[in-house]
């Protein structure tokens, strides 16, 4: 399905009801959008509830939006459609986590429509016609507003499309003037109001030509445009290379709960299928250390590599490393002093 007058119409109609039930709630109607205090802060899960992911590596949590920041041609369409073809049950999971089943998708296809079409015809097959047909709603060019101006106009598309998923593509089209605050604010809003109706909002977008360094973006503060954008997702993840790229880098800059990565991503551009080229195995480097063992500052640089990790980057290894070793995996030996890096050991296991 694609845009017509008539669906313009629609949405408009739609957008005008909601706007118009907005203005007419009455006080006695408030008490229904209140939780009490207690629910809101004890009952909450373990770890996120995942659209996808697993345990506590979580990429996309439920009712938090996610978004895929990445120059042009570098592979966020082509990963949006692998989470698409998973929300409808076609794949189990997508860079080798698992994502969940939806019941419908719309895709908003404002951002170069016949360069998506043709990434996603490389993932699907005749037979999965019927599925397509029944499950997945496109929306091809600008939307029939500016979706930051028109903050209810997203969720009323969707509400049309009778969607529980929304992908983005890209937000630069939903949104004119990203880099002015109140335009954040306003898609920040138009965002929300659909999380609020039940809908799960992935985003793509684009970082800036350079990072705040000069080199890879690999910050938030390296996604284009107003800091609103960025403060109300729940999860960014950034891919970075160059147009075309066969292996591209992935890194988690905000998340939901553990950080994921940073590994590459190998594109088979004929099938339309990423994977993960490789992680970085802790096992193997505490494995290789000997005698020596493992610091956190010998793990970052492995990490991230880079011969001088920040101090961050180091509190990130060594949150990795406890991790295994709360798990029972490694041991820790703490050095003579306060200041002396802790090293790390595999931990032996006793033949039963």
């Known amino acids: 399905m694609t845009n017509n007058p008539e669906w313009a119409d629609d949405v408009k109609g739609d957008s005008d009801a909601h706007a118009e039930a907005e203005s007419n709630d009455q006080s006695d109607d408030l008490p229904k959008a209140f939780v009490s205090g207690g629910s809101f802060v004890l009952d909450v899960p373990d770890t996120p509830p995942a659209i996808w992911g697993a345990g506590g ?34 794949q189990n999971e997508v860079l080798g986590l698992p994502v969940t089943k939806g019941e419908r998708v719309l895709y908003l296809a404002m951002d170069r429509p016949a360069q998506a079409q043709r990434a996603a015809n490389r993932l699907f097959t005749k037979d999965s016609r019927e599925v397509l047909d029944e499950n997945l709603v496109v929306w091809k060019g600008p939307p029939p507003f500016d979706l930051a101006k028109r903050t209810d106009v997203l969720a009323a598309m969707c509400e049309r499309a009778k969607a ?38 992935l985003e793509l977008h684009h970082n800036r030509k350079a990072g705040t360094n000069g080199g890879e973006p690999n ?27 066969p292996v591209v880098s992935f890194r988690h800059l905000k998340q939901p ?35 020596e063992g493992l610091t956190a500052r010998r793990a970052a640089e492995s990490l991230f590599d880079t011969s001088k990790p920040s101090a961050a980057q180091v509190e990130k290894a060594r949150r990795k490393l406890e991790t295994l070793r709360e798990a029972g995996h490694l041991i820790r030996h703490d050095g003579p002093t306060k200041t002396s890096p802790a090293t790390y050991y595999l931990q032996l296991r006793q033949a039963s």
């Not at 088979?268 to 480097?285: N, R």
């Open 164 to 201: 529980d998923t929304v992908i983005v593509d890209s937000l630069k089209d939903a949104a004119i003037g990203l880099s002015e605050d109140p335009v954040g604010a306003g898609w920040n809003r138009a965002r929300q109001r659909a999380l609020a109706a039940g809908v799960q909002v």
């Open 257 to 291: 709960m553990n950080e994921v990565g940073p590994f590459r991503v190998v594109h088979d551009h004929p099938t339309g299928i990423s994977s993960v080229q490789h992680t970085t195995d802790l096992f193997d480097l505490v494995r290789s250390g000997g005698p």
């Open 57 to 90: 590596d979580v990429l996309w949590a439920e009712g938090e939006s996610l978004i895929i920041a990445a120059p042009q041609g570098v592979g966020k369409t082509t990963v949006a459609f692998q989470l698409v073809r998973a929300r409808l049950g076609l």
């Open 219 to 245: 910050t938030i503060a390296d996604v284009y445009g107003s800091v609103w954008i960025t403060s109300g997702s729940g999860s960014i993840i950034s891919l970075y290379g160059e147009p075309g790229d």
